[in-house]
């Protein structure tokens, strides 16, 4: 047979036109008998294609909720074929599609509350009975809703006289009930709910009980007959289905043993076989017995108790997960509690190697160097061998690879400060296709290799767009991403939005239009698609209105605001005020009341700090005067925020999205006027200070915010009769120590964090733990560690690292004077360059003495320099230096000296190596600071101010004293410019 031919551009260009040519009776028609069918795609195609057609007004709402049921089936066509991101997607755009909530029908309700929220679905199902009256089914689902999720307080709002007065009045007997069906008493909760009558909305779940007590009876007949009266809309009914379907294939002797032996301990519906699947998710927590498990394992692992009793404890909770295939969940339980304090530990590896054999324990070493980051790219590449042995497909192995590149990004990208990609061997770069001297382009070229492995893998293309690449050639790669994700996913409207937005701060304004076009198409009515329209409509206006070219800004202006996007509502309007002041070059009081006449007063603070922003950042003539005669009208508004709540005054100083950043230099209000933010933070309660903490991840709103936080503890003492603070209070003051140390990220306040996580009450501890997770995102370096892991000895160090502290987990071997390897023997996972058994112990002597100069311990006097370990070289107490105290010159001279003579030690080329990393440092400075290009005048005239910001100064002293020439013959003109005298 000969091989089908390809449709021609033209013909199919062809096709298109008179497809869309078509009327709009006829382009219905054909969607309803595509809907008919099964084919969802083409049908969304007609529904959309129709909604574009001209009609009588009154058939929008019609096409509307036939886009919404059609969107909600391609959804759940995708999730059979396992694509769950894709049918979140198309989820997302049938909420988009739907006529409003009161022109819905019955069963189109139903499947909308579904989609929502516990809370939104409530809200949702009064706006509809206020329409239509009462309505036992969407009871029914709100009573599914309540069960799933146990947000009971979220009817708490409501009084007995609304339609949930039913629902309100079984609550109390279902929240017992349902206490029950949680540990599989399915007899007892039967009881509880007897009082229920037939009319309840809980009334399903007691149908859904006696089943599951006639089904461990062994009365099939009973519990089929109990299963047929659950509605088909409920949760549980696929569950139903599914155990009917369950007891045919045990009559035909298919089922397994678990389930035909009815166990009367209390086992969950996920033993239920399937005609599709052998098992189904169990709506309800598993057997007791797996808790006790569980805990007992918790236990042996808190007392390091790596025995046989371990062992068969993971054995027996392994059976009770997958009884047919044990091996895949031992393998899952060792790698869950796996740690790095019994990573080395022998009893622990000959644990592994006894239930998973040796070269599964291996992979599972392997594989846990790559979660700890230890030595991340080598690692990840041995890794990929045991990939390549493990799986059997070639998809599959891409697949895992690909995962493993998400995971080193992830982590790369958290501590890109302290990393560099130079310390990799060339090989291990250029496995991993990074070519690029800059950060972030290296990331995205790693991410392009995992995409192009797997380019199904959402969380890459995530990754890439978080990085916001600044330099051309990362956003050329970015590009290309973003080019194979809007090929991967063609029914997705967010690629396209992405890739808008790429081109928009590449100036490519008429791609953008094209791709913003393509959205159009895919997702008519999604709100994103229009937001975005708005925000390119602006961008260009703001280029016109910079070279003056009114006639052409306007008309962007209006078109952006007869789009209906909620969210762009005040951008729309700060834009207009600010086009009306450039245009007449004066602040005009009328014109700016009467642009906001329509909005609160929360929204007029909002926008004038939008138009504020705008009027420092982007004009050059009259600059300080238009800014001095709009900070009045500023004024004028802020002096009302005393009727403003807190909550209102944490929103006036969240940060603007994302999505807006090539319309403002700066998205966070707090840094536009220093004292305008001051104004809003005094007036916030403590609870929305925190929350502001979380956003202004910035060194301005750190500083305002910190001001505010010493202005609050002013004054507070402990509480009478003893020294410790108030709860509150010692939240005020971990907050401002941690502040204060973000601030000045080379030396911490370890003692100040003793004295206040000691002996406070666990309540407190637990406040302050959250705290520290939620405060690690925006640190780095030792402060980064210590606040994930709320132990703050990592802390304790005389001097602070030059670049702000190095994770050791990223460097594992340089920093670290502990070589007792002899537990490992694995000659592929050990990987340190600074093994004890190849290394003299001269050399080790001189790499101590070296750091703990540099980086820490007590200082050695120079007469004791040449003497060896264990024989008085560094005795305690010589030259001892608190824990908060700088680099003085006096200091740096002695480091300087200890180094100068290292160099001449026999160990000297590795010392030379270790002081060229640091130059490799110097160069990363350089790239981060946009230095490359800059003559050498602007960059001596910035010096001074990155010196002191990266808290450089220290470093470039000591560079300068001991290490001058061989830095100036290595550095970059640029970096010798920056660094050296």
Known sequence: MAPKKKKSKKKRQQEKEQFFGKPYPQILLQGDKAFSRGDYREAVQCYQVAFKQPKPAEENDVIQLKLFNTYLERAGELRRKEMPVEAAAMEQQAVGAIPGITKMDRDSMIRYLKLCTPGDAFDEFMKYCEVHGAQPELE????????Y????????????????????????VMKR???????????????????????SPFSHFRMFCRAMTALYTGNDAEMEKSLSMIPQYSILWPVGRTMIAGQAEVRKGNAPDAFITRQASPVSVSMAPSAAKNLVESLWDGPF???????????????????????????????????GDMDKSVIYILEAIISPDIFEKREFLEMIRTLAGAARADIILCKYSVFMMADPLSSAKNLFKFIEKDFESPGEQKIAKAMVIAHLVFHLRRNLHHYSFYREPHKIRDFFGITSIEKTAALLQMIAMGINLDPMNRELYDLADELQPISRNSKNILEKILETMVKTWPGDPEPCLRLASLYHSKNAYRKAEAILEKATEIAPHDSRVMDQHVVSLLIAGDKNAKNRRFHLAWPDMERASRFDAPRCRLLVS????????????????????????????????????????????????????????FKKIVQKHLKQRDTLASIDLLGLLSPLPREWRQLFNRLSPIQIDKDIASLLVADMDDAHLFALIHMADYQDGYEIILGELKKRLKGRTGNKGSGHLDPDTTLLKFYQITLHNLLNNSIYNYNDYVDI???????????????????????????????????????????????GGMPPHLFPGIFDDDFEDDEWDDNSLDRDEWDSDDMDDEMSDIEEEF?????????????????????????????????????DPFSINIVAS??????????????????????????????MEGLKGMTDAAIKKERKKILKKKDLKALCDLINKCYKSEASSKLSREAKALFIQ
């Open 140 to 147: 029914r689902v709100l009573a599914d809703t309540l069960v």
């Open 574 to 629: 700060a834009k207009e005020i600010f086009y009306k002041i450039v245009e007449s070059s004066e602040v005009r009081e009328s014109d700016i009341e009467q642009a906001m006449e329509e909005f609160t007063l929360t929204e007029r603070i909002k926008i004038l700090i939008m138009v504020a922003e705008n009027l420092d950042s982007r004009i050059t003539v009259k600059k300080t005067a238009l800014k001095k005669g």
């Open 757 to 803: 996580v000691e002996d406070v009450d666990p309540e407190t501890e637990k406040r302050l733990r959250d705290a520290a997770i939620k405060l690690s995102k925006t640190a780095r370096g030792p402060l980064k560690i210590a606040l994930e892991r709320f132990d703050f000895e990592v802390l304790y160090s005389p001097f602070g690292s030059p670049f």
């Open 898 to 927: 200890v180094i100068r003579d290292m160099l001449k030690s026999p160990g000297a080329a590795q010392i030379r190596s270790m002081m060229d990393n640091l130059l490799k440092e110097m160069e990363n400075v350089v790239i």
């Open 177 to 199: 009930a349902v206490k029950q069906m949680d540990g599989g008493q399915w007899e007892k909760a039967m009881n509880i709910m007897k009082p229920l009558p037939r009319s």
């Open 289 to 323: 017995e797996i808790k006790k498990l569980i805990s007992s394992l918790i236990n042996l692992k808190k007392t390091r108790n790596y025995s046989a009793k371990m062992a068969n404890t993971i054995k027996k909770i392994a059976e009770f997960i997958s009884p």
């Open 149 to 172: 999720s146990k947000e009971w307080k979220i009817v708490g709002k409501f009084d007995n006289a609304s339609p949930l007065k039913m629902l309100l009045r079984d609550i109390p």
């Open 851 to 887: 750091f703990n100069s540099l980086f820490g311990g007590d200082l050695p006097s120079p007469l004791d320099l040449g003497k060896k370990k264990g024989k008085g070289a560094f005795p305690p107490g010589s030259l001892p230096f608190p824990p908060d105290m700088p680099l």
